[in-house]
């Protein structure tokens, strides 16, 4: 009994001590649980996306700074009416009224001299010959065959089929059906 009466204290402030460990572990480990949580969800992904949205935009304000820098410079260039006229001739073939713009094709056949030593495309327009104005209907062709909106007899429409995901990714993978 004596031995009990003694270490009664002494196990009091053993358990008081494992007591406050415990909480300071707890303290610690919650602490660091917090803090990782913290990392995790933090939006650095979006901080780092918002950064690069902000560095293309200055990007994208710098080239736009340059290309108005070079319009006032053109626009302070064609301050006179006969700089307008130059550039009006050159780069937009207008003519003054009453004068014909005349275009000299190089002949059907035979290379151009801007393309030195290469034969004209076969699409070419300047190897067709001239077309009436009457004629102009029969030029408007069409290189794409218009979808048509009714169904050929192997693709009977359902009557109880509605337009939703699944028609649509079959009318989307419709040329396998070739």
Same mark, same amino acid.
Do not use: F, N, W
């Given at each position: 009994m004596?031995?009990?009466?003694t270490s009664g204290?002494?196990?009091?402030?053993?358990?008081?001590?494992?007591?406050q460990r415990r909480g300071r572990v707890m303290l610690g480990c919650s602490v660091l649980v917090s803090g990782l949580m913290l990392a995790a969800w933090f939006p650095f992904s979006s901080l780092f996306s918002q950064h690069q949205h902000l560095s293309m935009a200055n990007a994208q304000l710098a080239s736009i700074s340059a290309q108005d820098k070079a319009l006032a410079h053109q626009q302070s260039a064609l301050s006179s009416q006969?700089?307008?006229e130059r550039l009006a001739r050159e780069q937009y073939q207008l003519v003054e009224p009453g004068q014909r713009l005349v275009q000299v094709l190089p002949p059907s056949g035979t290379p151009s001299q801007a393309g030195a030593g290469?034969?004209?495309?076969p699409g070419d327009p300047g190897? !067709?010959?001239?077309v %009436? @104005? +009457?004629?102009? *209907?029969?030029?408007?062709t069409s290189t794409t065959t218009p979808r048509s909106s009714?169904? !050929?007899?192997?693709? %009977? @429409? +359902?009557?109880? *089929?509605?337009?939703g995901i699944v028609s649509r990714m079959l009318d989307t993978l419709a040329f396998w059906r070739r």
């Open positions: 004596a031995r009990s009466k204290p002494a196990q009091r402030t053993e358990r008081q001590r494992q007591a006969s700089d307008i290469q034969a004209p495309y190897l !067709t010959k001239p %009436a @104005p +009457s004629a102009i *209907a029969l030029l408007t009714t169904a !050929t007899s192997k693709e %009977a @429409p +359902s009557k109880h *089929a509605a337009p």
